[in-house]
């Protein structure tokens, strides 16, 4: 049983665009499922119950497979010194236009400009210089779930695009480069659970080109997610960052012989930015779809009486409220008729509805309505539990299902730069081959109106020529319109 709030001030029910008006349909369908709000600064906007505990749920089962990996949570400060923040330089240019500083505290000056965390490795790498000594101090795997600020953009969209967003970032540290890298496939193993197993999300590794690997790593590794409008979003990711902040913040070791050497380190990261990814995916033109293991509220129960009905049938869904071992929540709201509440928990994705009526305890069942598909089914009261685990089992594996044939639908090859062209204009993630050029890697972005390499495909092999300067290949890449 959930205990939840309900506004009881009616207002404006439903959502007016449908899905194929993609931005308003999302930002309608967001607002009035009642999980963000927007705040007085622009871009940071307001997570509100039940949009919260969609992220703890990610949160908590996210974090029990670091734990089992012998990863531990810390917290390191906000405020971080620009001296700290200018020891990498390529790090500090990757992130200097996004940058949110302080420079006063009351009508004091500040000594030194402090930044607000865009990311932590610079105040986490100079303690870990202090901590770091020899081998027996390794490997040390820390990692810290917080707020990160970057302010540089134009257009914020709830979840998806915005100046403060909630993260987490694991930083690894390791006496050998193989141990780092063996990292690698656990770490995005667990987020492509949490993706497959809860949030019903299809995606796809990536390796980022130069250009738009993350600042100061040796290379990036994400999943990436397609959207119904055919932008791709980056997902969860992983970074290598090799010795490089090791020489930068001299973290050094004695290894058992006795000398010195640099730390190998790894950077790695889930955000906020998967629920907005999960709504858009999976809903539909009534509202949003919750997959069942990422819901804070499972089934939804609507009592359905008359008035000389109403004690027996209040008392039935009472029961079937706190016997059901599922997140259930009692819709027992007088002012609101059975239909209201219907589109009102439809809208807010609730994977199911019981509907119970004196009909229904005359023939001890109840009516189980699913939200993805709107299928309606007489489930008899023994056996509800085995039923309701079945369908909502069922709810999970046909919204993967969906979002699987979504991505293989909306992806399409493209050998010419005409057919890559057209391919992006029809909201298309295109498969193509790449020279490796930066120069290249620049057209396509122009000659596309913003289209870019997403990511390199280490599966494949490269056959062909480079889509833009016709020389041999030497990557499978995707190419997309981004968020």
Known sequence: MVKKKVNKTKKELGIKAEKDEYSEWYTQAIIKADLVDYSPVSGCHILKP?????WEIIKEETDKRFK?????????PLFIPESLLKKEAAHLKGFSPEVAWVTEAGKRKLQERLAIRPTSETIMYSSYAKWIRSWRDLPLKYNQWNNIVRWEFKHPIPFLRTREFLWNEGHT?????EEALREEKQILGIYNEILINYMAIAGFVSRKTESEKFAGAEFTKAIECLLPNGRVVQGPDFHYDGQIF???????FLNKQGKKEYVWQNTWAITTRMIGIMLAIHG?????IIPPRVAPIQIVIIPIFRTKDKVKVLKKAQELDKKLKFK????DREEYSPGYKFND???KGIPLRIEIGPRDIAKNQVIVVRRDTGKKEVVKLKNLDKELIKILDDIHKNLLKRSEEMLKKGTITAKNMLALIKAIKNKKLVISEWCGGKECEDWIKAKTAGAKIIGINEQAIAKGKCIYCGKKAKYVVWIAKTY
């Open 68 to 76: 089992k990996l012998g990863i531990e949570n810390v917290y390191f």
């Open 345 to 347: 928990w439809e809208m």
């Open 50 to 54: 039940y949009g919260y505990a969609i």
């Open 173 to 177: 540290v390791y006496a050998t480069k």
């Open 328 to 331: 259930t929540f009692l819709d």
């Open 246 to 252: 090791a020489k930068a913040f001299n973290i050094q």
């Open 284 to 288: 539909d033109d009534k509202g949003l």
